[in-house]
């Protein structure tokens, strides 16, 4: 773990930044969620005990997708904050960086929404739950995964050096943040959070209902209503 003594960004902002950014995320998802239940309310045909179940499960993992947005935000975000304490903040390079977060969102969500789509015309008979938050979620959740355990494997691989992951993340620009940032363990803290954002949505989606004999959310309900056993 890195501790730079020279650093040029205050302790504080990256912690502030990423708190700031998971509670917007659950806040917004919250909000949308709410808003959009009170539209689609008897839109899927579910079971009581599908429907309870659904209800309690469905909470965690849209905490899971809020929480591994805003980590994935924050990573693609945090360059361009050191960058502005290095040499200055700026209108263009404050609206560079929510053009990168963007960007970045858009093509997860754009690349979930193309894998739903071709995984419904490969099984038809499912009905693939199609949600702005889940969609985007979703997406933020497998890319986000895919650096965080690219950053792991790198980081644990090098003799010892933690930041190896940071560098392989980033490339030139991540071994300057190593040099701005006083630590680099507030990065690891967003790896984590992704990687644990999917396994809890995983878990909510798939493995419970499966428990508790009902249907994985992320398969929606067959037209067919059914009871527990």
Known sequence: MVHNAGAVVPG????????ALEASAIIGFGFIHSRR???VRNELELCAHCSRLHKRTNAFALVADAAAVAALAFLVALPFVAAGFESGFSLSSTLLA????????????????????????????FDWHV???????GGARYVGIILALYM???????AGAVDLGLSSLFGDVGRRLALDLPSTSIIWVAAAILVIAQIVALMSRWLVPLVFNSQP????VRREPHEAR
């Open 217 to 220: 959310m992320t398969l929606v």
């Open 98 to 125: 929510g053009s990168a977060v963007a960007a970045v969102m858009a093509v997860a969500a754009e690349g979930n929404f193309l894998a739903r789509a071709a995984a419904a015309r490969i099984w038809p008979r």
């Open 37 to 39: 239940r009170a539209t």
């Open 152 to 158: 792991f494997r790198a980081g644990y691989s090098g």
């Open 131 to 137: 949600e702005p938050t889940r969609i985007l979620g």
């Open 12 to 19: 504080y902002v990256p912690l502030t930044l990423l708190v």
